[in-house]
């Protein structure tokens, strides 16, 4: 019996190495690398600004690319027309100090000014940020795209929604 016994413990601890020390486990999915915009949407407190935005946004990711590439210390932002290389169709670029902490990127914007805080999700080619932003959160935005911030009201507030593909 006491070799029956030992025998099963033998062969249970073989058992559970083998499957617990696999090579099937997935690699932690990284912020690092570059990421192109795909979709910028936006919801905020006056529901009649957000089809006005999120017409400005989808024209602006039709003629525009924006990219961000993230190194172990800094991203990078780069928006230019499509089609366009080198500085030709440049319009904006950015480098800018980033931290992670838990399910937050806060990035030090230069192009913005101050900390840009957003929450994010990310899988191994999709990284989606929600950030909450201010009235003048928004015209910061919108002044890129050739809005006239003065059309932003002061009270304005909402939630800004970018996904990003590798």
């Not at 006491?2 to 099963?8: D, E, M, T, V």
């Not at 905020?44 to 525009?64: A, G, I, P, R």
């Not at 924006?66 to 230019?80: D, G, P, Q």
């Amino acid at each position: 019996m006491k070799n029956f016994i030992l025998s099963l413990t033998i062969l249970l601890t073989a058992c559970t190495l083998m499957t617990s020390c696999g090579d099937n486990e997935e690699e932690a999915v990284t912020l690092q690398g570059e990421w192109l915009m795909r979709e910028q949407t936006i919801k905020t407190s006056d529901s009649s600004f957000d089809n006005m935005l999120n017409t400005v946004f989808s024209l602006d990711l039709k003629e525009n690319q924006t990219t961000r590439a993230f190194t172990e210390l800094n991203v990078k932002t780069t928006i230019r027309k499509k089609g366009s290389s080198g500085s030709d169709g440049l319009i904006s670029e950015s480098t800018d100090a980033y931290e992670v902490k838990g399910d937050s990127i806060f990035i030090q914007s230069s192009l913005h000014g101050g900390t840009a805080a957003s929450k994010y999700l990310i899988t191994p080619n999709t990284l989606t940020t929600y950030r909450k932003v201010t009235s003048q959160d928004i015209r910061n935005i919108v002044t890129i795209m050739g809005v006239d911030p003065a059309t932003i009201p002061n009270d304005l507030t909402g939630e800004l929604k970018i996904k990003e593909i590798r």
